[in-house]
């Protein structure tokens, strides 16, 4: 499942093996605009993420179902492996489902 609102760059949609884009459960432009991959921001960004991804019950009910049904595997297109989308929003269900 791909988490970012932006295709990334360099992934075939043909070749790629993605069932599901949830767009929805992206950051907000505005969010991913103030972040800017920068490291020394991430607290912050997953504070404000997490408050963002709080109003998409609907989205994370969709992934949810589709972890309930198995396992699930979250994609972006960040370059940074530790400070990305799916990452916080891997620790957001984790927080909240602790």
Do not use: C
Not at 17 to 36: E, G, Q, T, V, Y
Not at 54 to 79: D, E, H, M, Q
Request: glycine content about 4%; proline content about 5%; hydrophobic content about 45%.
């Amino acid at each position: 499942m791909l988490v970012d609102r932006l295709w990334p760059r360099g992934l075939n949609r043909a070749a790629a093996s993605i069932d599901l884009w949830l767009k929805d459960l992206a950051p907000s432009l505005p969010l991913r605009r103030w972040f800017n991959q920068d490291p020394s921001k991430w607290p912050e960004f997953r504070e404000r993420y997490a408050e963002e991804l709080a109003a998409k019950r609907i989205a994370l009910s969709a992934l949810a179902g589709a972890a309930y049904r198995g396992r699930v595997t979250l994609l972006f297109g960040a370059r940074d492996t530790k400070h990305n989308t799916a990452v916080a929003l891997q620790r957001y269900l984790v927080d909240r489902h602790a």
